[in-house]
């Protein structure tokens, strides 16, 4: 499980990252793993909260989570894990975003 650190933007030792992702990462790399063709849904039921929120905003170029709200700065991605569909980005406040074919599922997960 290979997990990138967004060591541009935070400083904090790789343990402590990886105790506040929780359990996201060993998530995703289970769907890795498995093969599974639905990351979105993977995640969903490994969650076991019910249906996922999606959130309004976009991933940019540079994995950054650029929020609908103009008053809202751009969260830098704290980390993020390969996966056949693309990468998926973790970023502060739990928010994590999941590649799909039509571009980005975006939720919180925490």
């Known amino acids: 499980m290979i997990v990138d ?15 506040a992702l929780g359990l996201l990462p060993l998530w995703v790399a289970e769907y890795n793993l498995l093969m599974k063709d639905d990351l979105v849904e993977y995640m969903e039921n490994s969650y076991g909260f019910g249906k996922l929120y999606e959130f309004e905003g976009e991933v940019l170029d540079d994995g950054n989570y650029r929020s609908p709200h103009q008053e809202d700065e751009d969260l830098p991605w704290v980390a993020k ?25 975006i939720t919180r997960m925490d």
């Open 5 to 19: 650190i967004n060591k541009e933007h935070f400083d904090a030792p790789r343990p402590q990252i990886m105790e």
């Open 81 to 105: 894990m390969k996966t056949k569909d693309g990468d998926v980005y973790f970023y502060q406040y739990a928010i994590t975003a999941l590649p799909t074919p039509d571009g980005y599922f």
